[in-house]
């Protein structure tokens, strides 16, 4: 039983009970009875290895929507706590930011696409999808992050941003490091490749027009691409913050 269950208890002190001896024996059948008996002896699991195999499994808890709610992270995050976690913007400046431009909206006219996205780079069979596509657009504020994703049949993309912050995001499978500033009601983006051999700028600057349409200027080097956006009703109401 050198290796019992697996355990490797060899390394167990054995714990052996004093065997019963007929006192009526001779000297010499007493010690070879005495020999048997030890030979003979069954070690018992240690009490480790008895705790170890009633141990109850457990799995890593999880956040309540409560715990969200107050900012709260669990071991292993899942997408249902992402999926119930808000945050107001945590500056004033956020705030406003999320005020105008937050909600969702939807392309409805724009200069040749095509031509701005040839200049920085793209693709002739992406920038022609992506030229013949209305796409729509998600903005939201949360903590102090700025968060952008686009939806169209073709094409999704998703775009992170941090206030005077640069920050890496992943565009059409290009690294691009994005500085985000606001001044005078425009959130202005500076992208820089991250790609050796890539050495071109691009900017967008976004403002609300006089008929309240979402506008984006997207310039790279001469050419220029204004692209204007019309607000869509939010499609979920999401429910208030806990306090």
Known sequence: MEDLLGLGLDSVSPVTAAPQVNT??????????????????V???????????????????????????AGKTATK?????????????????????????????????????????????????????????VPEQVFSVRGDQIYVSFHSTLHNQNYVYQLE???ENLV???????????????????LTSLEEGWNKTQGVERFINDLGEHVMIHTCGNVVCRRYFTRLPD?????????
Do not use: C, H
């Open 24 to 41: 009526n024996l001779a000297p010499s059948q007493t010690e070879s009875l005495k020999e048997t008996s030890a030979a003979t002896t």
């Open 43 to 69: 070690e018992p699991p240690s009490s480790v290895a008895t705790e170890t195999l009633s141990q109850p499994q457990t799995t890593p808890a999880t956040a309540s929507p409560t715990d969200i709610a």
């Open 77 to 133: 995050p899942n997408s249902e706590m992402f999926t119930l976690k808000q945050e107001e913007p945590s500056t004033e400046v956020l705030k406003e930011i999320q005020a105008k431009f937050g909600g969702r909206w939807k392309l409805v006219r724009s200069d040749p696409y095509a031509e701005y996205l040839k200049a920085a780079g793209v693709g002739f069979f992406t920038r022609t999808l992506a030229g013949n596509s």
């Open 165 to 167: 912050t640069a920050v």
């Open 172 to 190: 059409e499978k290009s690294r691009q490091s994005v500085f985000a500033s606001y001044k005078d009601g425009k959130l202005i983006l500076l």
């Open 235 to 243: 499609l979920v109401t999401l429910p208030p913050l806990a306090q």
